[in-house]
């Protein structure tokens, strides 16, 4: 079984900066893409930023510019970024992942969230 623990979320001032991290293990043969969703209060969830294993990013229009996504070199790790915080990026924030277990199955996992609070 796959599993993502999530850590780094708190209560930060606006303009402030936050990194999160999330860590997959278990039985992981190839991870191919990790990312972090956010659901704020009363809306959808919403893709953040995501990385594959190639490298390639993607990010929301809303934080493009203040955050950034990464991987660690030879580790199912995968960090977020996240500069010059806004009041409206105040939500959940849900790390992901996609690949292979060494059971060759398919296999996508969510994390169990971590609150990010931007506020005064």
């Known amino acids: 079984q796959v599993q993502l623990v999530e850590s780094g979320g708190g209560v930060v001032q606006p303009g402030g900066s936050l990194r999160l991290s999330c860590a997959a293990s278990?039985?992981?043969?190839?991870?191919?893409?990790m990312g972090w969703y956010r659901r704020a209060p009363g809306k959808q969830r919403e893709l953040v930023a995501a990385?594959?294993?190639?490298?390639?990013?993607n990010y929301s229009d809303s934080v493009k510019a203040r955050f950034t996504i990464s991987r660690a070199t030879g580790k199912n790790t995968v960090y977020l970024q996240m500069n010059s915080l806004k009041p409206e990026d105040t939500a959940v924030y849900y790390c992901?992942?996609?690949?292979?277990?060494?059971?060759?199955?398919?296999?996508?996992?969510w994390g169990q969230g971590t609150l990010v609070t931007v506020s005064s």
């Open positions: 992901y992942a996609d690949g292979v277990a060494t059971i060759y199955k398919y296999f996508e996992v």
């Open positions: 990385i594959t294993s190639g490298g390639s990013t």
């Open positions: 278990g039985s992981i043969s190839n991870i191919n893409a």
